[in-house]
């Protein structure tokens, strides 16, 4: 018995440190992110010589506002850092409607050229298309105010390592606890887990909309 009970302190223990490194990694390169979502129709796009079919479905647009550290440049006052090769990867968790599978795992990421240590707020903008709603939530019939609830991990990686994370998810749930809702998720291996189901914006429709509003994506390099 006390085997175990000190197994179980160090796994706490371990835990903990995580969390701890973690937020000591997002001030040193993000310092504060910020994640909302919504239910949006299909960007509407059309050509004069190119007939419309069928009509404007729904998809789940995931705004991610982050803060970077100001970081100055031995170049001189006006100059600041940069940082290269940041992967950005999101998980949601998606309400199936089914009792017995209640829960789909849905996973995405995108990788970016470089991100300025300005001490501004930048902009990413994530997407479902509605296959992956209908796929596997057929019942549900989600409104935006749904959305606003589900529990989403997003994290920041240069050179695969963590430089931030951000959450959100009810309001009566804590960041901590929403990060302790994710680690735990890692251990079932029954959860259907969807890769490649949140898309990057040049993926979608919106991709020429408000380009330079976003920051710019690596286009070949986030299949890996």
Do not use: C
Not at 39 to 61: C, H, R, S, Y
Not at 172 to 199: C, H, W, Y
């Amino acid at each position: 018995m006390k085997r175990k009970i000190l197994l179980t302190a160090a796994l706490i223990a371990v835990f903990a440190a995580f969390l701890s490194t973690d937020s000591n990694a997002q001030s040193k390169y993000i310092t504060s992110v910020n994640i909302k979502t919504d239910m949006v129709q299909g960007a509407k796009i059309e050509a004069t010589n190119v007939p419309v079919f069928g009509t404007q479905l729904d998809w789940i647009q995931i705004n991610i506002d982050f803060t970077t550290a100001r970081t100055a440049s031995p170049m001189g006052k006006n100059y600041y850092e940069w940082i290269d090769d940041i992967r950005v990867e999101i998980e949601l968790l998606l309400p199936t409607g089914h009792p017995q599978k209640q829960y789909a795992l849905l996973l995405g990421k995108a990788d970016y050229w470089s991100f300025a240590l300005d001490g501004k707020e930048h902009h990413i903008v994530m997407f479902v298309p509605p296959v992956f709603i209908k796929r596997y939530a057929p019942a549900q019939k989600i409104s935006g105010a749904d959305v606003k609830k589900f529990e989403i991990k997003v994290t920041f990686k240069m050179n695969d390592a963590v430089i931030g994370t951000g959450f959100t998810g009810p309001k009566n749930k804590t960041d901590r606890e929403i990060a302790t809702r994710f680690e735990k998720i890692k251990l079932m291996p029954d959860i259907d887990r969807v890769k490649n189901s949140i898309f990057g914006i040049d993926k979608t429709p919106w991709r020429d909309l408000n380009f330079d509003h976003y920051e710019l994506i690596k286009t070949y390099k986030s299949e890996e």
